[in-house]
C-alpha cells in the first residue's frame, strides 16, 4: 500500500504536517475513506466532480455542486475518524 509507506516515511521522518500526501486519481466517494485512513492528506477529483452516471454533468443543473457536498461529507467523516491535529490517529 503505497500512500501508507508513504505517510510512514513522513511521520518517521518527523514531518507530518509539512508534507502532504497526494493521491493523484481513482477517487471518489466509495473509496476516499480508504486513502484517508491510510494517511492520504491531498487527493485529485475531477471524474467524480464531473461526470455522473449518465455522463458529464452540466453546468448550472446543480450536479457538480451536489457532488462536491457528496464527497466533502465524506471526506470529513473519514478525516474526524482517522485524523486528529497532530495527524493521522496511530
Do not use: C
Amino acid at each position: 500500500d503505497n500512500i501508507r509507506t508513504l505517510h510512514w516515511m513522513v511521520k518517521n521522518a518527523g514531518l507530518e504536517g509539512q508534507i502532504d500526501v497526494m493521491e493523484d486519481g481513482g477517487l471518489n466517494a466509495g473509496n476516499v475513506g480508504e486513502f484517508i485512513a491510510a494517511g492520504m492528506t491531498v487527493g485529485e477529483f475531477s471524474s467524480p466532480l464531473l461526470k455522473g452516471p449518465n455522463g458529464k454533468f452540466q453546468p448550472g443543473t446543480g450536479d457538480i455542486a451536489a457532488a462536491v457536498a457528496k464527497l466533502r461529507a465524506v471526506m470529513d467523516e473519514a478525516s474526524d475518524q482517522y485524523r486528529d491535529n497532530n495527524g493521522l490517529k496511530d
